[in-house]
């Protein structure tokens, strides 16, 4: 196998699903989409870069509230539409406070553990 860059099929939409993985426990922190510009980006810099489909724009994770993503690695799903960034989180993954953005079952419990007040961190 030699090593040349995987084609990645971003389609029409021109975005990926990246899934990220805490690197050491194996978590599942978050999922969202991705770019090229956001793939070179976190290529380039080794920071978690994302497309935000609700701001129309590409964000760094972590830029604003502190807490980052190094990316570790990041791996291709057998298509090559899906990535998996194997990061080092720092702080909480999630918006609202938690770990990971899966912090409660779809009954509604809640399972993951909130680690800053999202209030002390965003002004929305």
Not at 40 to 57: I, P
Not at 86 to 107: K, N
Request: proline fraction near 2%; aromatic fraction near 8%; charged fraction near 30%.
């Amino acid at each position: 196998m030699d090593n040349a860059d995987v084609e990645l099929a971003f389609g029409e939409q021109e975005r990926l699903p990246a899934v990220a993985q805490d690197a050491t426990s194996g978590a599942v922190l978050m999922l969202a989409f991705v770019t090229r510009e956001a793939v070179e980006r976190t290529r380039e810099t080794g920071r978690a870069h994302y497309y935000s489909r609700s701001r129309d724009e590409l964000w760094e994770k972590g830029a604003s509230s502190g807490h980052t993503q190094t990316v570790e690695e990041i791996r291709v799903d057998c298509d090559g539409d899906s990535l998996l960034y194997l990061v080092e989180q720092e702080g909480g993954a999630c918006h609202t406070g938690y770990r990971s953005c899966f912090y409660r079952t779809i009954d509604g419990e809640v399972v993951g553990e909130q680690v800053f007040d999202p209030d002390d961190v965003y002004d929305e």
